[in-house]
Every structure is written in structure tokens, then in C-alpha cells.
């Protein structure tokens, strides 16, 4: 079918056909009393939260037992970071192949024996009596991770445009909130002296469980139909350009995550409790501004929101290495994970929306090049530490994120029906 230009100026999404946005302003606002709460879309678009809920507090448990495991095993650093990078290669596998089972068979057939899954694959981590042994079942978890990662994303592609009107931004804050929740959980038990297999084991069931929920709400998307030859999730390298701006923010993601507390501790000269609120006002910030970002998505278009993140995230990353002070420091990474909190959902929401029918395979090449940023970001900024020193290292996220901003045009989406 033809393409449809979206909205004023090309920065506005596709309104869905008008059975879809019917059935939305039917769940949205039927009067208390009337079944408000369990109409079809809100049960779907619940459904996702709980997917997105159930894969961060998988993430969370896994981290908050990390010393642990290493603990437990007798292994340093560098033996750690290798079974760290099996996880990172069993997501990339796993998103390589799950594009083509999304649109063959639908989303939900592939996200939710992915969302069972999760939390039962990080029981075998528990037992692990080597680092071999423990590498392997981290690439087992990373492979299920990853096709739930882009199965579900599809999913609340889908949901959304049924939706209709941008409700992205709010799945990936949940995702945040289900890791703290799984790291608070993971800390609880280790206060408590519980093994990693208790916490795993709690965990897993109580995934499984909210798996199970989802299983009954999540919508049921059709298959797509049969590609015609060279058509396949329409303009290829449109999409591998949307991988390559969800690349710039994830690389911020991963430096932040590594290099925030070290900048603040080593070239500051913050004490050491002092140092981990850059990272906590990071993360703070970005679940904040993706809990806003739906709003301003569907107020302003995600063209000017994403320039304006990208201004956001490179202004305040830049005037913390300036300024050279803890506490400006700290604003400042807050600044840059409000700026970059938007960003990441509204490329995967452009991605999935330039074809709906083959959004798996486009957001499968796009979460595979963001992927690719977050493993790499801290090793990048490391090296580049290595020659120039951690303040000018870290001016390379600032710099990523100003070029988002400058092709923040690369969102403007003309959807095929």
C-alpha cells in the first residue's frame, strides 16, 4: 500500500486506522463502573508493563548478585568481565534471528515463552562450579533476554499504534523501575546471607509469575504477510541510521553507568559515597524523563523532543566537565539522563512504526547496533582515558548526543499500511 506522510511537518506519527483509535478512546474513557479497567487495549498495553517490569527485574536480580558469584567462584576482575561479555553475546545472538520469528508468527508467540524464561534462566548461573560453566549460562540468559528485548519492544509498537498516541517512552521507565526493584531485591536477600540460588529461585517464580499474567492480557498480533522480493522492514538504511542514533545514546548509557562514579572520585576528588550519586542522579533522571517523555512526545512531535534531549544531554554532560565541581558534576549527569531518557524509546517507536508489518525485523537491526553501543561506550571511553584522561574521554557521549540532535530528523517517519 502507499505511504502516508505523518502529521504536520513530518514529525508526528501516524494515526492508526479508525476501528483501532474507536476501540482506544473506548478503553481511555469509559466511565467508572463501566469496565473501564479491563477493556482489550488496557489489558494489552498493561500486559507490557508487566514484559518490560519482569525483563529489567531479571537484569536487576542478576546484578545486585554479582559479587556473590564472583565471591563464590574465586574469580577477579578480569575473569568476571569475560563471563560479563557472555551475556552482552547471547543478547546479540538472540536479537539476530528473532526479527524474522516476530513477523512470521506474530509478537506475542515469541515474547512470552521468552518472558517464562527470563527469570528461570538465571537459576543455572547459581550453580555455576567454574567460569566456564558460568559463561554459558550467562549466554543463555543473554540469548533469552534478547529476543524478549525485541519481541516485546514490537509488541508495544503494536499496542501503541492501536493506542493512538505515543505511549512508548513509559514502557522503557517501567523497564527502569523493574531493575531497581530487582536490584533492591537481589540486596535484600544478600543483607539477609541468602545464597544467589535463593535469590534467583524467589526471583524466577515471581517473574514467571507476572510472565503468566501477561500471557493472559498481552494483544495478539497477526503475522505479516509473505515478503516480496527486496521488501523487507522497508528502507533498510533508514533503519540501520536509527541503530546507529540509538548506538550514540546507549554508548552515553554504558559511560555513564562505568565512568561516573571513577570521574568524580579520581578527578574530582569526591569521596567515594559522594561519587555514586553521578550515577544514581543519572538514572534518577532518566526514568523521570521517560515517565514524561509520552506527554511530550504527543505534544510536541518526536522530531523536536529528541533535538531538544540531544541539546539537553550534551549541554549538561559538557558544562559538568567544565566546571570541574562535584556538585556540578552531579547536576550534570542528571541533565545528561533526562536528555538522554527520550531518545532510545522514540527510535524504537520510528523503527516500528516505518512498517508495522515487518517491525521485528526492523527493531531487531536497531537493538542490535544500540546493543553494540552499550557494550562498547565503556571500553571506548577507557581508552580513550588511556591517551587524553577520563575528563576529555567523557566529552565523547556529550558529542554522540549533539549529533542525535542534529539528525534528529532521521524520526520523521512515513509509515507503510
Not at 386 to 398: D, Q
Amino acid at each position: 500500500m502507499p505511504h502516508l506522510a505523518a502529521g504536520r511537518g513530518g514529525d508526528r506519527r501516524r494515526r492508526p486506522a479508525r476501528p483501532a483509535r474507536r476501540a482506544a478512546r473506548r478503553g481511555r474513557h469509559r466511565p467508572a463502573g463501566q469496565g473501564a479497567r479491563v477493556t482489550p487495549l488496557r489489558r494489552a498495553r498493561v500486559a507490557v508493563y508487566l514484559l518490560f517490569l519482569l525483563a529489567g527485574a531479571a537484569v536487576g536480580t542478576w546484578t545486585a548478585r554479582i559479587p556473590a558469584i564472583k565471591e563464590g567462584l574465586g574469580i577477579g576482575d578480569g575473569q568476571l568481565s569475560l563471563a560479563l561479555l557472555a551475556i552482552a553475546a547471547g543478547a546479540v545472538a538472540g536479537m539476530q534471528g528473532v526479527g524474522r520469528l516476530v513477523d512470521r508468527y506474530g509478537s506475542s508467540p515469541v515474547m512470552l515463552p521468552a518472558a517464562l524464561l527470563q527469570g528461570v534462566m538465571l537459576v543455572p548461573a547459581a550453580y555455576a562450579p567454574n567460569l566456564l560453566t558460568l559463561a554459558v549460562a550467562l549466554f543463555g540468559f543473554g540469548i533469552v533476554h534478547g529476543v524478549l528485548d525485541v519481541s516485546m519492544n514490537a509488541n508495544a509498537v503494536e499496542v501503541e499504534l492501536a493506542w493512538g498516541k505515543p505511549i512508548m517512552s513509559s514502557f522503557h521507565a517501567v523497564f527502569s523501575i523493574g531493575g531497581f526493584a530487582g536490584a533492591t531485591l537481589g540486596g535484600v536477600f544478600a543483607h539477609a546471607g541468602l545464597s544467589p540460588a535463593a535469590t534467583f529461585w524467589t526471583g524466577g517464580l515471581v517473574i514467571a509469575a507476572l510472565a503468566a499474567w501477561a500471557a493472559r492480557w498481552a494483544l495478539r498480533s497477526a503475522p505479516a504477510r509473505t515478503a516480496t522480493a527486496g521488501e523487507e522492514a522497508g528502507h533498510p538504511r533508514r533503519i540501520v541510521f536509527l541503530g546507529v542514533l540509538a548506538f550514540c545514546c546507549l554508548v552515553g548509557e554504558g559511560a555513564a553507568a562505568d565512568w561516573s562514579s571513577v570521574y568524580l572520585r579520581e578527578d574530582l576528588g569526591s569521596s567515594a559515597g559522594f561519587a555514586a550519586a553521578g550515577y544514581a542522579a543519572f538514572a534518577a533522571m532518566m526514568t523521570a524523563g521517560r515517565l514524561a517523555g509520552d506527554r511530550l512526545a504527543a505534544r510536541f512531535g518526536p522530531v523536536p523532543l529528541v533535538r531538544a534531549c540531544g541539546l539537553l544531554a550534551a549541554s549538561g554532560l559538557g558544562v559538568s566537565l567544565l566546571a570541574g565541581h562535584p556538585v556540578a558534576a552531579v547536576i550534570g549527569f542528571g541533565c545528561f539522563g533526562a536528555g538522554l531518557s527520550c531518545i532510545v524509546p522514540q527510535v524504537f517507536s520510528a523503527a516500528g512504526h516505518r512498517d508495522p508489518a515487518y517491525a521485528g525485523r526492523a527493531l531487531a537491526r536497531v537493538a542490535s547496533i544500540g546493543y553494540l553501543g552499550f557494550l562498547s561506550g565503556p571500553v571506548l571511553i577507557g581508552a580513550a582515558a588511556e591517551l587524553t584522561g577520563l575528563p576529555r574521554a567523557l566529552a565523547l557521549p556529550a558529542l554522540l548526543a549533539a549529533f542525535v540532535a542534529l539528525a534528529a530528523t532521521a524520526l520523521r517517519t512515513r509509515v507503510r499500511a
